[in-house]
């Protein structure tokens, strides 16, 4: 299973970003996918994630600021990042988790991560 994650980059503060995120492989089931961010020196965190029911989790300093939307037929997971300050400098990564492979075990797959730089 692979994730590829794109459409980082620098902008400015106020500005918008759109990030993708495609699932490939031997996925039999997707329950959740999700962004999570980790800027230098701290944890990752938590964004938002999305369920298989269109169910979503948003962190509270991401509400109204950031949607995410998914397309179950692409395998694909999208994060409209709006009204971006520097403190959303991040690397973002994609989560996976779901049921894969012959054995169809449950699984957590991460993306490599795309950096997302807001400037002031």
């Known amino acids: 299973v692979q994730l590829q994650a794109s459409g980082g980059g620098l902008v400015q503060a106020g500005g918008s970003l759109r990030l993708s995120c495609a699932a490939s492989?031997?996925?039999?089931?997707?329950?959740?996918m999700g962004w999570y961010r980790q800027a230098p020196g701290k944890q990752r965190e938590l964004v938002v994630t999305?369920?298989?029911?269109?169910?979503?989790i948003y962190a509270d300093s991401m509400k109204g600021r950031f949607t995410i939307s998914k397309d179950d037929a692409k395998s694909t997971v999208y994060l409209q990042m709006n009204s971006l300050k520097p403190e959303d400098t991040a690397v973002y990564y994609c989560?996976?988790?779901?049921?894969?492979?012959?054995?169809?075990?449950?699984?957590?797959?991460w993306g490599r991560g795309t950096q997302v730089t807001v400037s002031s």
């Open positions: 989560k996976l988790e779901g049921r894969t492979g012959m054995w169809n075990r449950k699984n957590d797959y």
């Open positions: 492989g031997s996925i039999n089931s997707i329950n959740v």
């Open positions: 999305i369920d298989s029911g269109g169910s979503t």
